[in-house]
Nanobody, 128 residues
């Protein structure tokens, strides 16, 4: 099993910044640096959406339109950690944020359906 633990959420005013972290651990033989990683969010009453993703070595990234230019995904394969730097936060960014990992190293990192392992989520609340 793969364990993913998010941290860094909280309450912030509109225009502010937060950095989320996701530490990965678990199954013997599963090398973090071989897998793409993604960040999702789910707002109340809405479906979970993929907002950012990064390839295994960090060479390519994906962002959904609503966060492009404001959020930055990165990873540290030595620390087995993926990050989400969030700037210029808006009230509509309020959601539970999850990191996720696919089951296969060959997964398309921008494909929502490819993700199989999830963290417990961290709440981000942006006040106006």
């Amino acid at each position: 099993q793969v364990q993913l633990v998010e941290s860094g959420g909280g309450l912030v005013q509109a225009g502010g910044s937060l950095t989320l972290s996701c530490a990965a651990s678990g199954r013997t033989g599963r090398t973090f640096s071989m897998y793409p990683m993604g960040w999702f969010r789910q707002a109340p009453g809405k479906e979970r959406e993929l907002i950012a993703a990064i390839t295994s070595r960090g060479g390519s990234t994906y962002y959904t339109g609503s966060v492009k230019g404001r959020f930055t995904i990165s990873r540290d394969n030595v620390k087995n950690t993926v990050y989400l730097q969030m700037n210029s936060l808006k009230p509509e960014d309020t959601a539970v944020y999850y990191c996720a990992s696919p089951s296969s190293v060959l997964s398309d990192y921008s494909d929502y359906s490819t993700y199989a392992y999830w963290g417990q989520g961290t709440q981000v609340t942006v006040s106006s």
